[in-house]
């Protein structure tokens, strides 16, 4: 039996999705049947219930979006730093092997050569970057899982949000058996509030930059397919290989979906920061070789959003 902390959340519904198609036994854990955040529960559940593998989709997110986070700090911290911690240390005191959801967003920018080797830009809104990823885009590599979070307490500037998830990451890493999942600006067909291509289609003002994304479906697809082909644990950025810009993404809906309404962009990052956002956001480039190199699939990110696309259901 698998146990999923987090089922009733925007991730942890695609994932009881997933369980409940391959035909999978899960038992869907909730905060209001057992308080999981705190050790002493979780571990007596765990012991009661000895899951073969442990899901952990439950978060602290802030709503609507991070900025919330910045205003709700012991919240944050306690849902992104010290549950997994909690969770993790549990898990190993009883040999059961879990996958955290974690996030991209604890990297800013992305390696770029200008012609004097690699070095990480953490601004990819300089005309000189952008005419990188337009002219020679093999001169642009995303961030593996061995390069150390760019976008954290660590090394700041931050979103208190990011910088829990790193610390997250920081205070499970290697403990027991696990998977760290890397998940990044989540999209799919269903249009809702919390999808990506909803929230471009409804800002006043898109914010433009490259990123790298993570399909919904393909996202848990992927996951689970670390626990059940045996994969190797460890962290694994869970992204569709490649990156976009918002503009790119815009178009994009514009040919396919033919929205009625204009789009506007902030003008720069002053404007967007000034009026449009109160914490720093993290936009970046993923390298996502590790979980292909394993034998786990994705889709490319541009086939993945037309495809997304063409079979959009509105709400
Ligand atoms: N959505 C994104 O854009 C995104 C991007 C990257 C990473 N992530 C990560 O993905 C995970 C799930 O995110 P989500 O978007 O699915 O979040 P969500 O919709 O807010 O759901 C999170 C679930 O976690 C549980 N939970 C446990 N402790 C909580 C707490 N202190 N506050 C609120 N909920 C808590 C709740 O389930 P019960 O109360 O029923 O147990 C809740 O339904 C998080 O770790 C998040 O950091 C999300």
């Known amino acids: 039996m698998l146990l999923l902390l987090g089922a009733t959340g925007y991730i942890g519904q695609a994932f009881q999705t997933e369980l409940t198609r391959r035909g999978e036994r899960f038992v869907a854990l909730s905060r209001s049947q057992v308080d999981y955040t705190r050790f002493q529960p979780l571990y007596e559940y765990l012991k009661a219930n000895r899951p073969s593998f442990v899901v952990n989709a439950a978060g602290y997110t802030g709503k609507p979006n991070v900025d919330a986070c910045e205003s709700a700090k012991a919240d944050t911290l306690q849902g992104n730093t010290l549950f997994p911690q909690a969770l993790a240390h549990a898990c190993a005191a009883l040999d059961i092997p879990f996958g955290h959801v974690s996030s991209g967003c604890i990297f800013a920018g992305a390696w770029v050569d200008y012609g004097n080797g690699w070095v990480v830009e953490k601004d990819m809104t300089k005309p000189e970057f952008k005419a990188i990823a337009a002219n020679s885009p093999e001169k642009i590599r995303g961030f593996d899982e061995c390069m150390i979070p760019n976008f954290s307490f660590r090394d700041q500037p931050c979103s208190f949000y990011s910088g829990t998830k790193a610390l997250g990451e920081e205070a499970i890493e290697g403990v027991g058996q696990n998977y760290i999942?890397?998940?990044?600006?989540?999209?799919?067909?269903?249009?809702?509030?919390?999808?990506?291509?909803?929230?471009?289609?409804?800002?006043?003002?898109?914010?433009?930059?490259?990123?790298?994304?993570?399909?919904?479906?393909?996202?848990?697809?992927?996951?689970?397919?670390?626990?059940?082909?045996?994969?190797?644990?460890?962290?694994?950025?869970?992204?569709?290989?490649?990156?976009?810009?918002?503009?790119?993404?815009?178009?994009?809906?514009?040919?396919?979906?033919?929205?009625?309404?204009?789009?506007?962009?902030?003008?720069?990052?002053?404007?967007?920061?000034?009026?449009?956002?109160?914490?720093?956001?993290?936009?970046?480039?993923?390298?996502?070789?590790?979980?292909?190199?394993?034998?786990?699939?994705?889709?490319?990110?541009?086939?993945?959003?037309?495809?997304?696309?063409?079979?959009?259901?509105?709400?």
Not at 187 to 204: C, G, P, T
């Open 181 to 315: 999942w890397r998940l990044r600006i989540p999209f799919d067909e269903f249009d809702n509030h919390r999808n990506y291509l909803s929230k471009i289609q409804r800002y006043a003002k898109v914010y433009n930059n490259f990123n790298s994304l993570s399909h919904r479906s393909d996202y848990v697809k992927a996951c689970l397919d670390c626990w059940f082909q045996k994969v190797p644990f460890g962290i694994y950025n869970v992204t569709n290989p490649g990156y976009v810009s918002t503009a790119e993404v815009l178009e994009m809906i514009k040919d396919i979906l033919k929205p009625a309404r204009e789009f506007e962009f902030w003008e720069n990052d002053d404007e967007f920061y000034t009026t449009g956002a109160v914490a720093a956001r993290s936009n970046c480039i993923m390298d996502s070789g590790k979980l292909i190199e394993a034998g786990v699939e994705m889709r490319p990110v541009i086939e993945a959003l037309k495809t997304t696309l063409n079979e959009w259901k509105p709400e």
